[in-house]
């Protein structure tokens, strides 16, 4: 009972990993490292592959669109606020933009996915964008969905939205294999 291996509180209960309720400093680094290493792997792929088409060209087709019809605010965010989508980098980017009408019809039946549309005044499909730059698709699609480490709020660098927590989120190190995984997209409001 006593002495060298006598139990404690802390060590006698719970779980056998304990993992503390928020980051440390140290961590909030590291993982603020890692989300800029991910951007400068992006744009270095990025421009290596533009580079790569400014060396060697490609015939490629460039489509006209017309610009897009706006709408209004309730159709394009939902049921959230612009003052609740204001305060995530998520939300900023849905502000930003706009419903093309063409694409929104397109995928309301149950018929198999067209493409998805970049971001941005000349609408146009992210295969015809990459096809243009010289791209990827993956890649273009990361540029127009993923906000980088500068756009992002420290609330997004190290907490994620959790249904079941109290608060509805809780830290991104409870995620598993979450220094592997980008979690950098939470939902508008949250």
């Known amino acids: 009972m006593f002495g060298a291996f006598r139990p404690s509180g802390p060590l006698s209960g719970g779980l056998l990993w304990k993992i503390p309720w928020r980051m440390s400093n140290p961590q909030k680094l590291r993982q603020r490292r890692r989300l800029r290493r991910v951007d400068?792997?992006?744009s270095v792929?990025?421009?290596?592959?533009?580079?790569?088409?400014?060396?060697?060209?490609?015939?490629?087709?460039?489509?006209?669109?017309?610009?897009?019809?706006?709408?209004?605010?309730?159709?394009?965010?939902g049921a959230a606020t612009p003052a609740e989508l204001s305060t995530t980098a998520e939300g900023q980017r849905l502000l930003s933009t706009t419903t093309h009408v063409e694409h929104a019809s397109r995928r309301q039946g149950r018929g198999p996915k067209q493409g998805d549309l970049v971001p941005g005044q000349p609408r146009k499909l992210l295969s015809e964008q990459a096809g243009q730059l010289g791209t990827i698709k993956l890649l273009e699609r990361w540029k127009a969905e993923m906000p980088t480490e500068q756009e992002m709020h420290p609330r997004d660098k190290y907490t994620m939205f959790d249904r079941k927590a109290k608060g509805y989120r809780k830290g991104v190190?409870?995620?598993?294999?979450?220094?592997?995984?980008s979690?950098?997209?939470n939902p508008p409001g949250f």
């Open 173 to 181: 190190h409870k995620l598993p294999k979450w220094t592997r995984v």
């Open 45 to 77: 792929l990025d421009t290596a592959l533009k580079r790569q088409v400014a060396t060697h060209p490609i015939s490629t087709t460039t489509a006209t669109s017309s610009p897009p019809p706006t709408q209004s605010e309730s159709e394009t965010h």
């Open 183 to 185: 979690q950098r997209l």
């Open 40 to 42: 400068n792997i992006v």
